[in-house]
């Protein structure tokens, strides 16, 4: 499988490191407009270049990392080198299939798909969604994705939604661990220790309900006892609005999405 990502910038770049987590460089072309910031790929096998009709001819998968409002522009220009053997996946957050297909050959499977940058350490949740694209072609891309971690196949009207969870879901969860480590340190922890106790308990939360498959509420409810601490202070986080904050800040992230 000879994989193409068209666009480099932080997201492109973390599907690139995900992927020479599981296989050789040589299997990647990566391009950008100025190979300047991602030449140190070379080292690692990776054909670096500013050349992307050469990266769709040498290619199977061609991911398009790129912004918005340039891919379709992109994309257009780049239709005529498509072949019947090539698998086009946007990853640009609100760009419709039906558009991606007005911009590329009509025989070519498309694909949209919703990583994110855990995808660097091989640990993004990936949604994919298609129209018309075959069951191969499906089956090449979620192949593709599962090397950066774990994919989940959803209807095209939710991909906004999986922008939010999943695009998006890192950086809230990042703030979340922020306010833990700025809290281990007012109870005693120095910044270093509290932020490795902090990271090392979000990721085992993680594992648990991954492994266990239950809801979060379930795995709550065997951590807390009688007047006990942890009850204590979950009752005292919702009193000042800890649930609803997410909630509200997410639902106005996807609102964000709807504007645009």
């Known amino acids: 499988m000879k994989i193409a990502i068209i666009g480099t910038g932080n997201l492109g770049l973390s599907i690139v490191e995900g992927l020479l987590t599981k296989i050789d460089g040589s299997q990647i072309t990566a391009t950008d407009r100025s190979t300047k910031r991602i030449d140190f790929l070379k080292d690692k096998g990776v054909t670096v270049s500013t050349d992307n009709i050469a990266a769709i001819k040498n290619s199977d998968i061609i991911i398009f990392a790129l912004k918005p409002y340039v891919i379709l522009t992109v994309i257009d220009e780049l239709k005529e080198y498509f072949t019947e053997k090539h698998v086009v996946v946007s990853v640009a957050a609100g760009v419709a299939i039906t558009d991606l297909e007005k911009h590329a050959a009509p025989f070519v499977n498309i694909f949209r798909v919703m990583p994110n940058v855990a995808a660097s350490v091989a640990q993004s949740a990936?949604?994919?969604?298609?129209?018309?694209?075959?069951?191969?072609?499906?089956n090449k891309v979620a192949e593709c994705f599962d090397l950066i971690g774990s994919t989940i196949i959803v209807r095209e009207d939710l991909m906004e939604s999986a922008t939010i969870l999943s695009g998006c879901g890192p950086a809230f969860v990042l703030r979340f661990i922020r306010a833990m480590v700025q809290a281990g340190i007012q109870i005693g922890f120095s910044s270093e220790?509290?932020?490795?106790i902090a990271n090392q308990t979000?990721?085992?939360a993680a594992e648990i309900l991954l492994a266990n498959g239950n809801h979060p509420e379930a795995e709550i409810d065997k951590v807390t006892t009688p007047k006990g601490v942890t009850i204590t202070g979950l009752n005292e986080m919702e009193h000042y609005g800890f649930s609803?904050?997410?909630?509200r800040g997410m639902l106005t992230a996807y609102n964000k999405i709807a504007e645009n």
Not at 126 to 138: G, H, K, V
């Open 126 to 138: 990936s949604c994919i969604s298609r129209n018309m694209a075959s069951d191969a072609a499906l």
């Open 193 to 196: 220790m509290a932020t490795q």
């Open 202 to 204: 979000v990721k085992g």
């Open 244 to 247: 609803a904050a997410l909630i």
